[in-house]
């Protein structure tokens, strides 16, 4: 009868406890589902471990949700700034116009008709 030997290949990924400084080792698998689940486990000499730290792939993740919403964020301020400033020339169009045409009445022009009246506020043709 002969004998068969099976060997289990298995990932060790070496550990240090936080609290007694005692290195462990931890299955790859059984440490994968833990830093995913933020369970709790044991180092040897029985302290309570756990993973509160993202990984690398959440890290990632998150960064790329980070820069996509300040790309939105970019967009929506350089619109808003593209209609304020187009605001801002509008204003200072009816300013301009508006500083004109107090000019104009100040020399004795009417705004309406653009008739010339004297030493009177009101124009006699248009009433203003």
Not at 38 to 43: A, I, P, V
């Amino acid at each position: 009868m002969s004998t068969v030997t099976i060997t289990p290949v298995t990932k060790i990924i070496p550990e240090k406890c936080c609290n007694c400084g005692m290195w462990f080792g931890l299955e790859e698998t059984f440490r994968t589902a833990q830093i995913a689940n933020k369970g709790t486990f044991h180092c040897p000499l029985g302290h309570s471990q756990h993973y509160t730290a993202e990984t690398n792939a959440q890290t990632i993740e998150r960064l790329k949700r980070e820069k996509a919403q300040q790309l939105a964020t970019m967009d929506q301020l350089s619109a808003e700034k593209s209609a304020l400033e187009s605001k801002n020339t509008d204003l200072k169009s009816k300013l301009s116009k508006a500083r004109r045409g107090a000019r104009r009445v100040s020399k004795g022009v009417c705004p309406c008709c653009n008739r010339f009246f004297r030493n009177s506020d009101v124009c006699t043709p248009c009433g203003v």
